[in-house]
């Protein structure tokens, strides 16, 4: 059975920068797409970047594009999210996940993804 694990979230203040970390094992996650969704307050859960298995390609939400980067360490069966000039509105908890498909490419449903992780709280202050 499949774990994710992330950590790294905290609170930080805008114009700030965070990295994400997500955690695997259990399966080999190094031949499944990647992704990280977030959830704010009151607000259902969105897309905001997604991984190929081999890191050859990305996928992003455009509020994130150009300020949030994606990336894989297969050798460490670990995904990371770098954030940078946060906003206050990027304030969400940020789960990682995993595709059901190997070999596919990064796609931005929540519903495909096989794997959840417990979610690590991101805040940002104005």
């Known amino acids: 059975q499949g774990q994710l694990v992330e950590s790294g979230g905290g609170l930080v203040q805008a114009g700030g920068s965070l990295r994400l970390s997500c955690a695997a094992s259990g399966r080999t996650f190094s031949i499944y797409p990647m992704a990280w969704f977030r959830q704010a307050p009151g607000k259902g859960r969105e897309f905001a970047a997604a991984?190929?298995?081999?890191?050859?390609?990305?996928n992003y939400a455009d509020s994130v594009k150009g300020r949030f980067t994606i990336s894989r360490d297969n050798a460490k069966n670990t995904v990371y999210l770098q954030m940078s000039s946060l906003k206050p509105e990027d304030t969400a908890v940020y789960y990682c996940a995993a595709d059901r498909r190997p070999f596919s490419q990064p796609r931005t449903i929540g519903t495909i993804y096989e794997y959840w992780g417990q979610g690590t709280q991101v805040t940002v202050s104005s």
């Open positions: 991984i190929s298995w081999n890191g050859g390609s990305t």
